[in-house]
């Protein structure tokens, strides 16, 4: 068994996401045809597989037989824990957007550059008040805009939606979790769609659309909260999360 072949097992199995931008020589190894049959096939002693995000940036851990009940509790735990990040990363995502005038919601690889970021924040009322309405909602007590970006930098970097690629810590990079994020939302909406939750999924689509257009921050809040409580509906129909 190779070096990478384990490294790659017990990354995938603590539960991190595999991705470009953080560890690019798992993502090359995994990208060769033989090397995935092979951890496939021992992961799937396991009762797990190696799933990839639509945009082929990143790779994580799925269950195989997602009725079993250590692994249906797991996705429990996973849809619990996303519904509590959820509002906060769609807050980010309008500010980022707001500050960059970006015309997409960020994706994996997209750089961010703290002084222009802040500069843009610092010249506008309203990217002030997001901000400490994010910073709000993270439970931070900073006042100060500089220090409040980052703490939230510090903040999604801690949760792996954000690399440093710079000494100084003023140059990141967006992540595959992203990425999941983006084919997590999507499939709750295809999932409302399909069982006649038309109106419900009206409401939220311009939240949770591949453009991810995010413009209603009450919705926003209500959607997450509905998340929460309907994720053991949805958790049972899918084993990716």
């Given at each position: 068994?190779?070096?990478t072949?384990?490294?790659i097992?017990?990354?995938l199995?603590s539960g991190?996401?595999?991705?470009?931008?953080t560890?690019p020589?798992?993502m090359?190894?995994?990208s060769?045809?033989?090397?995935?049959?092979?951890?496939q096939?021992?992961?799937?002693?396991?009762n797990r597989?190696?799933l990839?995000t639509?945009?082929?940036?990143?790779a994580?851990?799925?269950?195989?037989?997602?009725?079993?009940?250590d692994?249906?509790?797991?996705?429990?735990q996973s849809?619990?824990?996303?519904?509590v990040?959820?509002?906060?990363?769609?807050l980010?995502?309008?500010l980022v957007r707001g500050?960059?005038?970006?015309?997409r919601?960020?994706?994996?690889?997209?750089?961010?550059?703290?002084s222009?970021?802040?500069?843009s924040i610092e010249?506008?009322?309203?990217l002030?008040l997001?901000?400490?309405?994010?910073?709000?909602?993270?439970?931070?007590?900073?006042?100060?805009?500089k220090?409040?970006l980052?703490?939230?930098i510090?903040?999604?970097e801690?949760e792996?939606?954000?690399?440093s690629?710079?000494?100084?810590?003023?140059?990141?990079?967006?992540?595959?979790?992203?990425?999941?994020?983006?084919d997590?939302?999507?499939y709750?909406?295809?999932?409302?769609?399909?069982?006649?939750h038309?109106?419900e999924?009206s409401?939220?689509?311009?939240t949770?659309?591949?453009?991810f257009?995010l413009?209603?921050?009450a919705s926003?809040?209500e959607t997450?909260?509905?998340?929460?409580?309907?994720?053991?509906?949805?958790?049972s129909?899918?084993?990716?999360f």
């Amino acid at each position: 068994m190779s070096q990478t072949f384990s490294q790659i097992t017990l990354h995938l199995l603590s539960g991190r996401i595999i991705d470009r931008v953080t560890e690019p020589a798992m993502m090359n190894w995994l990208s060769e045809e033989d090397n995935f049959a092979s951890i496939q096939n021992y992961l799937s002693k396991l009762n797990r597989q190696v799933l990839m995000t639509s945009d082929q940036e990143g790779a994580y851990l799925g269950y195989l037989d997602i009725n079993e009940k250590d692994s249906n509790k797991a996705i429990r735990q996973s849809f619990n824990k996303m519904s509590v990040l959820l509002y906060p990363l769609v807050l980010w995502l309008r500010l980022v957007r707001g500050a960059t005038d970006s015309s997409r919601p960020l994706q994996a690889g997209d750089m961010i550059k703290l002084s222009d970021l802040l500069a843009s924040i610092e010249s506008s009322k309203q990217l002030e008040l997001q901000l400490a309405d994010i910073i709000a909602k993270i439970g931070r007590q900073t006042k100060e805009a500089k220090k409040q970006l980052n703490s939230l930098i510090e903040y999604l970097e801690n949760e792996g939606y954000l690399h440093s690629v710079s000494s100084t810590g003023a140059l990141y990079k967006a992540t595959a979790k992203w990425s999941l994020l983006y084919d997590q939302l999507e499939y709750i909406g295809k999932y409302q769609n399909l069982h006649n939750h038309e109106a419900e999924y009206s409401r939220h689509q311009d939240t949770y659309q591949n453009n991810f257009d995010l413009r209603s921050a009450a919705s926003d809040e209500e959607t997450a909260t509905d998340l929460a409580i309907n994720n053991s509906e949805i958790e049972s129909q899918h084993g990716k999360f």
